[in-house]
């Protein structure tokens, strides 16, 4: 069992910064993949970013350049670092994480990019 836990959402201007946090119950060097999710209202969950225990990331094309993924091991946390960030990346931002052959969510946390 794996719980995850997100916070760093908060309302902000375009152009604006955060960074996210997402705090695991276990191990994060034992989670393989970890990533992020999002979910704007009205529109289906999809990919924001994902790292590997090999230190490998992918982002979805609308957050590359601006958005970077890592861990810490040592903190049991993931981080998702949103630079420059637009009104469509306005959605609640989930955790995820593989584990045992199974797969955990977060509760999400939420950012509204808004002037």
């Known amino acids: 069992q794996v719980r995850l836990v997100e916070s760093g959402g908060a309302l902000v201007q375009p152009g604006g910064s955060l960074r996210l946090s997402c705090a695991a119950s276990?191990?994060?060097?034992?989670?393989?993949?970890m990533s992020w999710y999002r979910q704007a209202p009205g529109k289906q969950r999809e990919f924001v970013a994902r790292?590997?225990?090999?230190?490998?990331?992918n982002y979805a094309d609308s957050v590359k350049g601006r958005f970077t993924i890592s861990k810490d091991n040592d903190k049991n946390t993931m981080y998702l670092e949103m630079n420059n960030l637009k009104p469509d990346d306005t959605a609640v931002y989930y955790c995820?994480?593989?584990?045992?052959?199974?797969?955990?969510w977060g509760q999400g946390t939420q950012v509204i990019v808004s002037s």
């Open positions: 276990r191990s994060t060097f034992n989670l393989n993949p």
């Open positions: 995820w994480a593989a584990y045992r052959g199974m797969a955990y």
């Open positions: 790292t590997t225990s090999e230190t490998q990331t």
